[in-house]
């Protein structure tokens, strides 16, 4: 939840961690449209194998064969390849067309293994925490599908907290083969293994949580959910261009990292790429020493009469305070200020909120809460009956995640995956998903590299609260 501060409702600490073990003991790891998707009660989960913690009763371990994914096609691959555009080829591929019903299968960290193991420090791993609210948020979204009568089908696998974990409790099952989408895993190695079966096997694979780069190469069927730090960027760079020039525009970042000032120019000069490098917005390094400023940032400060500032640091809060006081000088009785930073600030608890809110600041982000819509309630409502706990900002996410991939199958089914690109859901809770493809021009021809999430909303800190711009 995103809120001036974001704190769970307050409750007894012994029942909150009540409902955490309840959760790792009763998760339900199956559901169709046959079976209500609901907590399983801790009895029921006694079966637990040595071999595996997800299943509720003893499975064989058997090793992963992976099929040729060329094998399903209709006509020969070199006939494909020579007949059919590069994304068209690759979209054939897909294991999504040959569905009857709609089948998704998750792969997140519950850790379930040191869970039941009595370690108190695993008990509070944030990880498995993370987990818990991912896939209760995703369990309420095929719970509204199957009271409406939707035929699918759904599996969750405890991907542990390395590969091992992931051979041993996922790709042991050959169930895991059946499922042509997957939401998961957490983990950068797990993601980047995990990936590499995908591409091999024809999967879509729907990465929740990391945001890094290079995770996936030529891999058309992989899906970052949370875009890059650069789109963050763009989308900044695009709303200071509907109001502000260019000489308005001050970009300021902490001397010890230079690099989110440098992708600001270079966003800045994409966006206009008849700019000559002179004409782009001035940049300042700044020392942390607040005593080194009046030499270069006062008089930048000074010559604009309408200032338009983008902070590229987010991390050193002391630094961010000290630079929003000097700012918030400027405007005494002096000039309007409109200040723009990237989303971790929403998370900062030693940042001044009444200078926030003086100084016009500006965010971009993938994800905004609204706490006061209704739909964002009752969805609370849900959670806590389910927990007994408030949902973190990631059950809203894999909430919206779920419900567009399964209104987008209801709409294209066949063609699920290339018609993904372009369709779009109004209705969400925080996440206004909008995946595109992310291509390469290294060569002569573009190569579809892998499939990101670049929609980002501008959010204002105003009354005391991020609002939509």
């Known amino acids: 939840m995103i809120s001036v501060r974001n704190r769970p409702l307050l409750s007894n600490g012994n029942n909150t961690t009540l409902f955490i073990f309840l959760f790792f003991y009763g998760l339900t790891f199956a559901c169709t449209t046959n079976r ?25 371990t058997l090793p992963v064969f992976y099929h040729a994914s060329e094998g399903s096609l209709p006509i020969g691959s070199d ?22 019903n709609f089948k998704i299968g998750f792969v997140l960290p519950f850790s379930t293994e040191n869970q039941l193991s009595g370690n108190i420090n695993n008990q509070y791993n944030p990880v498995s925490r993370w987990a818990m609210h991912y896939y209760t948020g995703a369990k309420i979204a095929l719970e509204k599908w199957k009271n409406k009568e939707i035929k699918f089908e759904s599996f969750v696998w405890d991907s542990g907290v390395d590969t091992t974990g992931l051979k041993k409790n996922v790709l042991s099952d050959p169930r895991f083969l059946e499922f042509p989408l997957i939401i998961g895993p957490y983990h950068r190695d ?46 900044i760079v695009a709303h ?15 001397e010890s ?23 782009l ?39 961010l305070n000290n630079l929003l006081q000097e700012l918030n000088r400027e405007t005494v009785g002096k000039k309007e200020i409109v200040v723009y930073g990237l989303s971790p600030w929403m998370n900062a ?23 006061q819509d209704d739909n964002v309630l009752a969805f609370q ?33 066949d063609h699920f995956q290339e018609r993904l690109e372009t369709f779009k859901k109004d209705s969400y809770l925080s996440s206004p998903y909008q995946f595109k493809k992310i291509k390469s021009s290294l060569t002569d021809v573009d190569e579809w590299q892998y499939n990101m999430n670049n929609k980002v909303m501008i959010l204002k800190f105003s009354d005391f609260k991020w609002q939509k711009d």
């Open 36 to 60: 209500k998707v609901s907590v399983v009660p801790i009895k029921n989960m006694l079966n637990l194998s040595s071999d595996s913690r997800i299943l509720k009763e003893k499975t064989d």
């Open 349 to 371: 608890d030693r940042i001044d909120y009444q200078l926030l809110e003086s100084l016009n600041f500006h965010v971009a982000s993938p994800h905004f809460i609204d706490v």
């Open 381 to 413: 409502r849900q959670f806590f009956n389910e927990l007994g706990i408030l949902p973190q900002p990631e059950a809203f996410q894999a909430y919206d995640l779920v419900n567009l991939l399964m209104e987008n199958w209801l709409e294209n089914a």
């Open 190 to 235: 797990n993601i980047k293994y995990l990936g590499n079966y995908a591409r091999e096997a024809g999967v879509l694979l729907f990465s929740p949580f990391s945001a890094a780069q290079q995770l996936a190469e030529e891999n058309p069927f992989f899906y970052q959910v949370n875009p890059h730090l650069d789109i963050q960027i763009s989308a």
């Open 240 to 254: 200071v261009q509907q109001f502000a020039s260019f000489d308005q525009v001050l970009i300021l970042q902490k």
């Open 79 to 100: 006939l494909v390849r020579k007949e059919l555009p590069a994304d068209e080829w690759q979209i054939s591929r897909s294991k999504m067309s040959s569905q009857k």
């Open 281 to 319: 917005p001035s940049s300042l390094l700044l020392s942390s020493n607040t005593g080194t400023w009046s030499k270069n940032l006062y008089p930048e400060l000074a010559k604009r009469e309408k200032l338009v500032v983008i902070i590229s640091s987010y991390s050193d809060e002391v630094f």
């Open 257 to 279: 990292d230079s690099k989110l000032q440098d992708l600001f120019l270079q966003s800045f000069q994409s966006a206009s790429p008849n700019l000559l490098k002179d004409g």
